[in-house]
């Protein structure tokens, strides 16, 4: 089946601590994203990729990391620069030849933990 | 940029009809889309507006003035299995990077 799948589910990292996400697609999609979410509240963009070998940082991108070698993988770091990690990660796609509302699927999402 | 704004929570009982309003203002427009979230899960895409008017989709619709700066999404017939967050994002440009507001938890009561 096609779609967007995220691992790990559940991640816990150690203060001082690198942890990657991973993001991978097979929906052949141009554009990939990366969300956090805490609790009671919206998305808010961390990266964004419009092509492979290219990414922009979102509004909140300070102690991330992202890459783009490849157009079905956009694997999210948390560095130990993120001071308060933990939350909700949603990695999401889209194709930019279409219409976004038609086109925007979020993956099944990723909870870290700092402890 | 964009703000967005929606309600925190709606309690609404089984079988009835609630209204969830979403207000935004932007300096470019390029439609509304309203997602619904359950706990711990990923988004669902809901509907996507960029005309002015009614989209209905089953016991979901969704509502649009641009002139207004004012969304809503409508849920008929409300099932136990509604309860959710539901969230009403517009985009930033015309790529899919999305300006979500902070989601409106609907709690469905029998």
């Known amino acids: 089946d096609g779609g967007i799948t995220q691992s790990p589910k559940y991640l816990f990292r150690k203060e001082g601590q690198n942890v990657t996400l991973s993001c991978e697609q097979n929906?052949?999609?141009?554009?990939m994203y990366w969300y956090r979410q805490d609790p009671g509240q919206g998305l808010r963009l961390i990266y964004y990729?419009?092509?492979?070998?290219?990414?922009q940082k979102g509004d909140i991108a300070e102690g991330y990391s992202v890459s783009r070698e490849k157009k079905e993988s956009f694997p999210l770091t948390v560095t130990s620069a993120q001071k308060n990690p933990t939350a909700f990660y949603l990695c999401?796609?889209?194709?930019?030849?279409?219409?976004?509302?038609?086109?925007?699927?979020f993956g099944e999402g990723s909870w870290l933990t700092v402890v | 940029g964009q703000n967005i704004d929606q309600p925190t929570e709606m309690t609404a009982t089984e079988g009835a009809i609630v209204q969830i309003n979403c207000t935004y203002q932007?300096?470019?427009?390029?439609?509304l889309f309203w997602y619904q979230q359950h706990a711990g899960e990923a988004p669902t895409f809901l509907s996507y507006?960029?005309?002015?008017g009614l989209e209905e989709k089953g016991r979901f619709s969704s509502f649009l003035s641009r002139s207004k700066g004012y969304s809503y999404l409508l849920l008929k017939e409300l099932q136990m299995k509604d309860s959710a967050s539901y969230l009403c994002?517009?985009?930033?440009?015309?790529?899919?990077?999305?300006?979500f507001g902070a989601g409106t938890q609907v709690v469905v009561t029998p």
């Open positions: 999401a796609s889209s194709d930019t030849d279409s219409l976004p509302g038609n086109t925007i699927y």
């Open positions: 929906l052949n999609h141009d554009a």
């Open positions: 990729s419009q092509i492979v070998n290219d990414f």
């Open positions: 932007t300096s470019g427009f390029n439609g």
């Open positions: 507006n960029v005309l002015d």
């Open positions: 994002a517009a985009p930033t440009d015309s790529w899919g990077k999305l300006q």
